[in-house]
């Protein structure tokens, strides 16, 4: 687990609890969190909702649904970007994506970092299969087992040189997740993930999923793991504060949904769904 300025706070009462707090960037995770605040309404879990949003597992076991896609996928092309370079003369992105991205860019440029490239976006079904094709099983995933079939991911580069040496690298590793992305293929998880170690791959999730994550050194198969044996997280990032909650995929299985706060409800393209409510 990563230690950034952290007080470890052991919390014995009616709740049992760990706190972790960031010095400048404060992370609190409470387990076992006896529910949120106010009034409630319910809604029945339909099966479309396990396959789409931010935390949905693509893999070579969990291909994108039709339901997984982004529905704001627009092309771009070099001058839709400032201070970012384009690898080629237009590309596929979610418009939504793009824009978190150029947030984080701009982040960047403040500490110097400002050699940034978008080489992938999108891909569709058959232009994914095609690059499979060509590339084979060792460097592509067949059609639809792509996370860039979902428009979720991201290739980015550096014009400094590989992303593996150039300060891009070394700066998304450590700052992507205040912006709700992740390295989606580490160097420490290939066992894991199943992918070689890809510095260029980005993922969006959201926060606060992005900083818990990073907290446990968790990749995404290892996060979802983690929320679905936790059932109840409580989290506070940066002055908002979050409740997670896992339910189970089951016929007439019924979710609780705040009346009063904004939520955000997620598939993890296996068996069930994740409701965050920002306090």
Not at 76 to 102: A, C, N, W, Y
């Amino acid at each position: 687990m990563k230690k950034v300025g952290l007080i470890i706070l052991l919390v014995v009462g009616i709740v049992t609890a760990f706190m972790i707090t960031f010095m400048s960037n404060e992370i609190v995770i409470e387990e076992d969190k006896s529910g949120f605040p106010g009034d409630t309404d319910v809604k029945t879990i339909q099966e479309d909702d396990i396959h789409k949003g931010n935390l949905v597992l693509i893999n070579e076991n969990y291909p994108v649904e039709k339901e997984g896609v982004k529905n704001d996928i627009q092309t771009f092309h070099p001058e839709d970007f400032k201070g970012v370079q384009l690898l080629d003369q237009e590309i596929q992105l979610s418009q939504s994506i793009s824009q978190k991205f150029m947030d984080m860019a701009e982040d960047a440029q403040h500490d110097g970092v400002d050699s940034f490239t978008i080489t992938s976006g999108y891909r569709g079904i058959e232009a994914q299969t095609l690059l499979f094709k060509e590339m084979g099983e060792d460097y592509a995933l067949p059609g639809g087992y792509s996370e860039h079939n979902s428009g979720l991911a991201m290739d980015v580069g550096s014009t400094e040189g590989l992303m593996a040496n150039a300060s891009e690298g070394k700066w998304i590793e450590d700052n992507a997740w205040k912006h709700g992305f992740i390295l989606r293929y580490p160097e420490n998880k290939t066992s894991i993930t199943g992918i070689e170690y890809e510095p260029w791959h980005i993922r969006y999730v959201g926060l606060p999923h992005s900083a818990l994550m990073y907290e446990h050194d968790f990749v995404l198969e290892e996060y979802l793991d983690y929320v679905k044996d936790q059932k109840e997280l409580y989290a506070s990032f940066e002055g908002k504060e979050y409740f997670i909650t896992y339910y189970p995929y089951g016929e007439n299985q019924q979710i609780e949904l705040p009346v009063d706060h904004e939520y955000m409800i997620t598939g993890d393209n296996m068996n069930g769904v994740i409701v965050t409510v920002t306090m």
